[in-house]
Every structure is written in C-alpha cells, then in structure tokens.
C-alpha cells in the first residue's frame, strides 16, 4: 500500500507564497515523475508540473516563472514553491506520481489535495 499525502495549502493574500509538499509512503520500490495538478471551482484539473526523478522540469505557461517544483528522492518528497499568487492560482492542489511498489506493482497514485486560497 502506498499513499501521496499533500501539505502546506492555506490562505494567502495576492503576491504572496505558500510552499506546498508532497510525501509518498508505503512499499515504494521507486517513484519516476512526481507532478502538481490543481483544479480550480467549476473547472478541470489542469497540470501544473512535473519534475522526473533526474530533476528535470516541465510548468504550465500559467506558472512559469512564479512557480518551482523540486523533490528530495530520498524522502520521496516533491515540492511546489509559489510566489507571487494571483487570485487565478486559487484551487485544490493534487500531488500525482506513479509509483513502482516492492511487491512488483505499478500505481498511478493521487493525494488527496490541499486547498490553497488567493484572496485580494
């Protein structure tokens, strides 16, 4: 059994920053891309990025430059630094990896989101 658990989401106003985390635990044999979805009210889920266990970086238009995703393989943890929030930014934030356990099974595993709120 393995389980994403995300943290960090919370209020915060315009321009501000929130560092969101997101830590894997369980029988993990091992974790190759680790990405941040989010989904705003009334919206889709939308990609937001993703960083392969190399540390190689993707972001969507609507981050780039304001947001950083990062990940310590040690601690199958990744990480989303958020700066300079819009109110645009405001969703739920979901952690998303596939992970191979001990067991010799794959998993395309979801936590179960952290809610951050942009206000003005």
């Known amino acids: 059994q393995v389980q994403l658990v995300e943290s960090g989401g919370g209020l915060v106003q315009a321009g501000g920053s929130l560092r969101l985390s997101c830590a894997a635990s369980?029988?993990?044999?091992?974790?190759?891309?680790m990405g941040w979805y989010r989904q705003a009210p009334g919206k889709q889920r939308e990609l937001v990025a993703t960083?392969?266990?190399?540390?190689?970086?993707t972001y969507a238009d609507s981050v780039k430059g304001r947001f950083t995703i990062s990940r310590d393989n040690a601690k199958n943890t990744s990480y989303l630094q958020m700066n300079s929030l819009k109110l645009e930014d405001t969703a739920v934030y979901y952690c998303?990896?596939?992970?191979?356990?001990?067991?010799?099974?794959?998993?395309?595993?979801w936590g179960k989101g952290t809610l951050v709120t942009v206000s003005s």
């Open positions: 998303n990896a596939p992970i191979f356990t001990r067991q010799g099974h794959g998993m395309d595993c």
């Open positions: 369980g029988s993990i044999f091992s974790i190759n891309a």
């Open positions: 960083i392969t266990s190399g540390g190689s970086t």
